[in-house]
């Protein structure tokens, strides 16, 4: 079993930033593709950005440019930087594994992008 603990959402106004913070703990190990997804209201859930162990990273379209993924695999954490962020981008945020996410979700943290 894993867990993940997701933090750093907030309310912010179109163009600022947050910093998203993801803490994984459990059978997962370091040598595992990390990914950050979304949910916004009615809608399905959605790959943001995904880094696979080697460091390679890879974006959703929407937020090329404007978003940023990393780790720390010595403590196993990730973390997303947002920038320039756009009311579209108002959804919960979640990380787990990548490509294939584990079926243990977190609580995920709520962003909200104000126009």
């Known amino acids: 079993q894993v867990q993940f603990v997701e933090s750093g959402g907030g309310l912010v106004q179109a163009g600022g930033s947050l910093r998203l913070s993801c803490a994984a703990s459990?059978?997962?190990?370091?040598?595992?593709?990390m990914g950050w997804y979304r949910q916004a209201t009615g809608k399905q859930r959605e790959v943001v950005a995904t880094i696979i162990s080697g460091g390679s990273t890879n974006y959703a379209d929407s937020v090329k440019g404007r978003f940023t993924i990393s780790r720390d695999n010595a403590k196993n954490t990730v973390s997303l930087q947002m920038n320039s962020l756009k009311p579209e981008d108002t959804a919960v945020y979640y990380c787990n594994a990548a490509p294939f996410a584990t079926v243990y979700w977190g609580q995920g943290t709520q962003v909200t992008v104000s126009s």
């Open positions: 459990g059978s997962i190990s370091s040598n595992y593709g």
